[in-house]
Structure formats: C-alpha cells, structure tokens
C-alpha cells in the first residue's frame, strides 16, 4: 500500500510584542491574542513573515506558496497598526523560479528587499521603488554562484553581516550556519574563512531578522530541525562577531508551534521582530492522498506543455 504523502502548511501570525521581550512562556500567554493573517486557499500557504511599521500601518510580507505549481510568489498584507485590522494583500515581486523568506528594512532613506532565490543562485537586493511598497526593483547581487537559503542581514558595530545556510545533501542547509561580511549593504560581500561557524541541527538556518538585545548582543533567530523541518525556533547569541572569531551561546527552550496555536503545532520556523510586533508562522502536517493526485496533475500538464 503506498504511504500517505506529508504536505506542510504554514500559517502567519502577528504577536503583540516586542522580539526583544519574547519568551516560549509569553508567546503562550500571548496566544489568544494573536492575529492571524487570513487563510491563503486549497493548496496554498503563507509563510517566512517580515514587516515593517509606515504610519498607521503593519505591512507584513510573506511566501506566498502554491502546491499546484511548487513556486512561491512575494505578497504584502496590510494591517492598521492600532487594532490590526486586515486591509487586504497583493503579489509584490514574482519571478520566474521560487521566491521566499522576505527580509525588508530601511537604510539610506530607500527600503530594501532580499529575498530568498537560491534557484537562481544569487543573493539579490530589490529597492521598493513606490511608498505603497507594491513595485520593486532588482539592485544588485550580492552574492552569486552559491545555493544561498534565508539569507539574514543586519547592520553592526560598523560592518554589514549576513547569515545564511547553503542548500546542499543530506539536509545541509538545516545544520550549518554561514557567515559573511561587507563594508556596506552593496558590498564587497565576503564570507567568512571560517565557516561554517555552527554545526548543529538543533540551531543553525536562519529564522528572522537579526536583531540587538538589550544588552547590545547580536542575536539571531535559527530553526531548530531536530524533530523535521522547521520544528522550532530558537535564538543564537553572538557573544563575539568578528572576520577571525565567532563565538555564539545558543539560548533554551525553543519556541514550537503548540505555544501558538491549537491547530497548527508541528513547528514554528520564523521568528521576526517589527517594532511593537514579532512575527511568527506555525506548521501543520497533511496526510491526504489528494496531494498524489495533484502532482500526477502537474506532471500531466508539465509534459503536454500547459
């Protein structure tokens, strides 16, 4: 009898905290407060979300996946920032080959975009190119020729650092933690001699923006994958952070999905600060065979050429 085929779905939601003061035991007081972005359609999900506070607004961007085509587009979601409201959601950047893990910020007077698109086998830098934050354009590479997955910058004690994971066998980019620096956002971005500075299923891939705790340690979201993909989300603290050394303390529990939600609590493998917010998605585990059927139709269409 043929196995059941395992579908992930993800799910976003809006915490109302602040990253910085975040626990597992908060996030679980803070579950009935939540706010779920709305529910993406049969076969599709959203995840890896990001933000960024303009105004009176929460604009959130996510992956946007679909199951009947194995791609993701970028969206954006509007929210009102006092009572977090939805005010609707729109494709924002759509390429050819698989788009996730929206990282935006602010620097310079522009905002910045880098998606994920190892498919393409580049780290690339969009420039929102109108305040709606609906048109983007394609800046620069910052780096090429590497299967790069979630890629994670942030600005710090004078250099740019971006923390990433290389897509390989065996599961790679779920237990190896890579580093590189640059003098500014467009580079030259150099990885470290280095890596990988971390080798550890339990906490490596990255898991959200970078941020600075309160007491001025660089910290970074990772997933821990010891339970599958995106089991849960812990935090790395980046005692010393240099070209030469890289010394990092890996904080305990983890935050997993059932602190959440009562319905999706098979992992939680983003964790993003965005001012007064902090950004999460949840996983739940299909097992219907109607997932065969859909991917007996997509070949089907794939070799008649529709």
Known sequence: MLRRPRTDFWQVGIVPARLEDLTPARLAALRERITWLPDAGRWRYLADPFGLVRGRSLHVFVEAFDYRVKRAVIERHEFARDTLAWRGGRTVLDQPFHLSYPQVFEHGGQTWMVPESYQAGEVALYRATDASLDHWQREAA?????????????????????????VGPGGRDQRELHVAYAPTLTGRW???????????????????????????????????????????????????????????????????????????????????GCGEFSLIDVKRIDRSRAKQWLDLRRRWRRLLGR
């Open 142 to 166: 910052l780096l090429s020729g590497l299967p790069v997955a979630d890629a994670s910058l942030i600005e710090h004690q004078g250099r740019w650092w971006m923390f990433y994971a290389l």
């Open 190 to 272: 150099t990885p470290l001699d280095i890596n990988p500075v971390r080798v550890d299923l339990s906490g490596a891939r990255p898991a959200g923006r970078p941020f600075v705790a309160a007491d001025g340690v660089l910290t970074l979201p990772v997933q821990d994958s010891r339970s599958g993909y995106g089991g849960a989300t812990r935090l790395l603290r980046f005692l010393r952070l240099t070209p030469e050394r890289v010394v990092i303390d890996a904080m305990e529990p983890a935050f997993t999905g059932d602190l959440a939600s009562d319905t999706h609590t098979a992992g939680l493998h983003t964790l993003s």
